[in-house]
């Protein structure tokens, strides 16, 4: 295989202008195959500092296009009417039970900084809607895991630890 350059848009489609740092930063990619309808994605997160706007990247080409499906601060959720803001994303993890991934962001103690997202993309009309799922302490969290009807995750606070919650699928 060979390396080539990426075409890297914007949540609107537009060619991206990347920051001077943290464009791509991340600490986690899943080693599950990520597959909707059909296609292998790889969806993933900015573990970024410095961005303005913190951003969800995914490919379903294989890196021959990367593009923004959602940006924090610019982006609205589908069951919300203003933008959310975050610090930045700690992962993004699917579910491959209902082809959903869920985005866990963080770190600072309020409302407004840490939240679940899940997100559902569509093949033929390559787009995504994402919801909120929660805000707040409750849900700064690190990972997750979906094993049969639970979500697994890790909590990203001083008392730490690892809880189990059964998610119902609609």
Not at 76 to 96: A, E, L, Y
Not at 111 to 134: A, F, N, P
Request: proline fraction near 4%; charge should be negative.
């Amino acid at each position: 295989e060979t390396l080539h350059e990426s075409i890297v848009l914007d949540v609107h489609g537009n060619p991206y202008v990347p920051a001077t740092q943290d464009n791509f930063s991340t600490y986690h990619f899943t080693s599950l195959p990520q597959i909707v309808e059909g296609v292998e994605l790889v969806c993933w997160g900015a573990y970024a500092h410095s961005l303005p706007h913190k951003n969800i990247w995914y490919t379903s080409d294989k890196g021959k296009t990367v593009k923004i499906c959602f940006e924090f601060g610019v982006s609205i959720p589908n069951n919300r009417t203003s933008t959310i803001s975050t610090r930045h994303i700690h992962n993004v993890d699917f579910n491959p039970k209902d082809e959903t991934f869920w985005v866990q962001t963080g770190d600072e103690p309020t409302e407004t900084d840490s939240h679940w997202i899940r997100g559902k993309y569509s093949v033929i009309e390559d787009g995504w809607v994402w919801d909120v799922i929660g805000s707040g302490d409750n849900y700064k969290t690190a990972n997750m895991i979906f094993y049969n009807d639970y979500i697994y995750y890790s909590w990203d606070l001083a008392w730490g630890g690892v809880a189990r919650v059964r998610y119902e699928y609609v």
